[in-house]
C-alpha cells in the first residue's frame, strides 16, 4: 500500500484499484481495508463492475500510523483523513461504503463533504442500541486494556477484544479511540444525509442488532438484510451483490 501525511502528520495507508467512477470503502473497527474488503471479494466485485476503489486503513488500523493518545482521534479526525485523501487523488465525486465504524465515519463524511453522492452503510446496527453508547465504549476499551480476558464480563466487550486479538489490531490505539467516543452519529446528522443510501445487515447480527431504526432515521434509505451475522454477512456473496447493484443504480 502506499502512505500519506494527513492533516495532523499521521501517515494513513491507501491504495487504488481498477478504473471508472470512484468508489471508498472505509472498514470496521480492529479490521482494516485488506481484511474487510480485499479477503471478502467486495472490492474485486466493485471492481469487476467497472468501478475505481480506493482502499484506506483509518488510523490506528491495518498499516496506518496506530497513535495512543485519544487527542489524535478526536474532532473527526478519521472523516479528515478520508478528505485529506480525496483531495490527494484529486477526486471530485465519490461513492462511500462502509462497515460498522466505517458506516459512522460514512455518514458524517456525507453531511460534511458535498462530495459524496451516495452512500452504503454495513454493519450499523439499531439505533437504540448500547454498542455506540459511552458506557459500552468504556467497557470495550477496557477489555482492550485488560491483560488478563477471563475476567472480562461483558461479552460485547469480550467479543470486541477477541476480534482484535484474532486481528493482531494494536489495542491501546483501539482502546483510545473507544475512549474518543468515535461511535454511531445521532438521529440528527443521520436525518441531515440527503444522498442515496443503501443499508445492508446481517440478518443474524446479533452483536449490535438490526438495523431497521437506523436506517429509519436516513431520509428515503434503502434497508437490505443478508444472510449472516456481523462478521460473517461481509463475506457473503449477497452482500457483495447488493452493493454492486446499488452501486450501478446511483
Known amino acids: 500500500m502506499k502512505s500519506f501525511e494527513s492533516f495532523d502528520g499521521v501517515?494513513?495507508?491507501y491504495e487504488e484499484l481498477g478504473d471508472g467512477d470512484a468508489t471508498l470503502l472505509h472498514h470496521g473497527f480492529a479490521s482494516d481495508s485488506k481484511i474487510n474488503w480485499v479477503?471478502?471479494?467486495?472490492a474485486r466485485a466493485i471492481v469487476d463492475a467497472g468501478r475505481r476503489v480506493v482502499?484506506?486503513?483509518a488510523r490506528g488500523h491495518g498499516r496506518s500510523e496506530k497513535p495512543h493518545d485519544i487527542e489524535a482521534y478526536l474532532g473527526g479526525?478519521?472523516?479528515?483523513d478520508v478528505q485529506a485523501l480525496l483531495d490527494r487523488l484529486e477526486i471530485e465525486e465519490v461513492s462511500v461504503v462502509g462497515y460498522s465504524m466505517g458506516s459512522f465515519v460514512a455518514v458524517r463524511l456525507?453531511?460534511?463533504d458535498p462530495r459524496v453522492h451516495s452512500l452504503v452503510l454495513g454493519g450499523t446496527g439499531t439505533l437504540e442500541g448500547?454498542?455506540?453508547?459511552?458506557?459500552?465504549?468504556?467497557s470495550i476499551a477496557e477489555a482492550l486494556e485488560a491483560d488478563d480476558r477471563s475476567a472480562i464480563a461483558d461479552p460485547t466487550a469480550l467479543a470486541f477484544r477477541d476480534f482484535a486479538d484474532a486481528t493482531g489490531a494494536d489495542r491501546?490505539?483501539?482502546a483510545a479511540i473507544q475512549r474518543a467516543g468515535c461511535g454511531a452519529p445521532g438521529v440528527e446528522v443521520l436525518g441531515a444525509v440527503t444522498v442515496p443510501t443503501l443499508v445492508v445487515n446481517g440478518e443474524r447480527d446479533a452483536l449490535i442488532g438490526r438495523p431497521d431504526s437506523?436506517?429509519?432515521?436516513?431520509?428515503?434509505?434503502e434497508l437490505k438484510l443478508v444472510p449472516g451475522d456481523h462478521v460473517s454477512a461481509v463475506v457473503r456473496r449477497e452482500f457483495r451483490q447488493a452493493i454492486v447493484r446499488f452501486l450501478s443504480e446511483h
Open 130 to 138: 448500547s454498542f455506540s453508547s459511552r458506557e459500552q465504549a468504556q
Open 110 to 112: 456525507a453531511v460534511s
Open 172 to 174: 491501546a490505539a483501539l
Open 77 to 80: 479526525a478519521m472523516e479528515h
Open 11 to 13: 501517515r494513513i495507508a
Open 55 to 57: 482502499l484506506i486503513d
Open 39 to 42: 479477503r471478502t471479494g467486495v
Open 214 to 221: 437506523f436506517a429509519g432515521a436516513i431520509p428515503q434509505a
